[in-house]
Structures are given as structure tokens and as C-alpha cells.
């Protein structure tokens, strides 16, 4: 048997570019885009130093990096995608959006770098990263998924330009972390099977409220149902509830469920645990009848009414996770920026497809500290926003 020569090694290759750092540059200017570059650099090299990656070449935002290790690399591009949030929410002016490519296998070391097939994969793969993904292939996963603390969500397989058979690729996503719920993207529903779910809950309610009025005609929402709150009443004062029974609302959720508009209002339940936004003190779903509403489902949320803290980060995380350029909704589909109701409401909103073809509009309330949000599982966005314009304007 002959040693393998001195001059290849395995290795894992990482490559991360800055996304939407083009329509940065025309929006904002050259001096902002600097700002921004320099503070995306030195986050990343950061970063590299607490796992050992060498930096091979940077190329306007681009990172090439090498690792002994291929656990490390995913470590790396895991923290950094963490690091990249925090610095947009501290400073959503200048969002740091990353795409992340990994993959792994032998390679020459020249005087010039690595050669070989495995660089090349990576800085595909990387091409497939949307902003906040870390994406890696069905070789790294086989060599890390024991060892590092990682959950990967298969894409399926891709053939990627210049190489020849097809390469399975995965989503990495720190176990734990509420991104592994996919808070953004909720399971794929056909409107046809969203209304018989939809029936079905109805029939479910009709059932529980009969069986509570034959136990001694206790409220669903306590002895005494809350009033309805008007606009001017303010944000939902009440702090975070205690776990309820599925279906039974709490007093927040009951407060936050009188201010969604009766054609919609029914068809509410409390959020699931895992679709939740983090920091929330009441979540709701919603899944409307077709004929009321041009949206498959609608999450409507309350936030601490003390403080803007988690409303605007929970609003700039879906911007920064999906590379959401700055613009008017009205006339583009992939935008974010101020709304307003004059003498009424305002608040940001943002406006998107996702990668499975589903489209997405968010609002905010900002006195009211409630983040609404929207998707059409059909795609159909100029539908969905047309909705959304008209019943932001109907919250009570």
C-alpha cells in the first residue's frame, strides 16, 4: 500500500458572501457600502480566529476559508450566521446578510492554494445559500452530523454548473435553535385542505363550547369575557400568561384575538410553540375562510407593550433572514420599508416569496406592539398584499 502523498489532505472549505450587497451599494451609496463591507470583514475574521480557519482569499465580499476540520467549519458558519443576526438587529441600517456554502474532500496544496474538485463544489454550494443559510453538502453532513451539535434539513439533490453528478445538499441549523422550527417557513398546505382543516376547527369548537356549557356554562376566556379594545385603548398591557390547554386563550391572547377583524377572528387559535416569534406575550394563528381573506394563514402577535426591544428585531429578522432589499411593497414584491395609516396606525412592513414559492407580507403596529404576519401558499403576492392593505386598516 502507497502512503497518500504529503501534498493532499482532507479538508473543509467554506465560502460566504454577502447578499444583496449590490442593490447595498446602489441604495445607500459608496461610504455606507465601505461602512458596511468593513463591519461584515471584521465580524467574519472574528469569528475565524475561535475556529482555527485560515483565510485563503477575499475578493470584495466574498470569504474563501480553509479548515483542518470539518466539524469546525460548520461550527464556524453557524456562529457566524449568529453573530451576522446580532449585528443587524443592533444595527439593522447596515443588515449583515450571509450566504454560507460548506463542503469537504481532498485537495492539492499548491503554492497558489487549494486545487481540486472539493474547492469548487463549496463555492457552488455557496451560490445556493440565500441570506442566513449555511448550506452544505451530503459529505459533510455524513462526516460532522454525529459530532457537531447540528440538525440538517434536507434540500434535495443539485447539479451544480461544472461538475458532473449531482450533490446532495442540506441546511445546517444549531439544534435547539428556533430557526430548526422554521418560524418563516410553515408547512406546505393546499387552500383546498386549509378549508376542510379550517371546518374541521370549527366543528371542534362547536363541540368544546357545547361541553363546556353542559358542565356549568364556564367561559372559554374566564367568568367574564374581556372587552374589545379600540385603537386608542393602547398596547396589550398584561404580562406573559402561564401554558394553557390547546384552543383555551389566556387573557393576552384574549385581549389580542378582540383586536383581529371579525371576518377573521373565529378561525384563531394559540400559536403552536414552534412557530411562535421569540419574545411574544401572545400569538395567535389564523386560518381563514377563502372567501374572506386572500392569505392561507395569518399569525397576529403581541410584544411586551413596555418596550420596542423585540417588536423591531422580531420585524428586522425576517428582513436580514431573507435578504429583504429596502422598497415599496406597492411596487415591488421583495421589499421593506415604513407604512402608515394617517392619524391611525403605523409601523413597517415587508413584502416576499420564499424559496418554496410561497408568498409573505409582515406588518407592524408600532403603538400597539402587534407583528402580523402573512403567507399564500399559491405564490399569488399582488393578491396577498391588495388583503393585507385593506385589513391592516381593520384592526380594532
Partial sequence: MTDRPASTRTHGFLFADLRDYTSFVERRGDAEAAEL???????VREVLVRFDGAEVKTEGDSFYVVFASVGSAVRCALALQERAAEASLIDPLHPIAVGIGIHAGETAETTEGYVGSAVNIAARVCGLAKAGEVLVTDTVRA????????SYQSLGTRQLK???EPIGTYRAIPAGSPVAAAAWRTPTRTRRGRRLLTSIAAVAGVVLIAGLALSGGTSLFGSTPPESLSPS????????PSP??????TATEAELRDRIPSSIRSSCQPTPAAER???????????????SADADRIWYEAFDPASRAALSPAFFAIVNGNGIPHGDCAKSTRAYGDWSLPGTYAGQRLCYTDGQGRAWVAWTYDVLRILVRAERLDGNSSALFKWSETTAQLLN
Fill in 162 to 164: 461544472g461538475v458532473a
Fill in 244 to 249: 394553557t390547554p390547546s384552543g383555551v386563550l
Fill in 143 to 150: 462526516l460532522t452530523r454525529t459530532v457537531v451539535d447540528v
Fill in 37 to 43: 463591507l468593513r463591519a461584515y470583514r471584521g465580524l
Fill in 233 to 240: 385603548t393602547g398596547p396589550i398591557a398584561s404580562p406573559p
Fill in 277 to 291: 416569534t421569540p419574545k411574544t406575550i401572545a400569538s395567535l394563528v389564523c386560518s381563514p375562510d377563502p372567501a
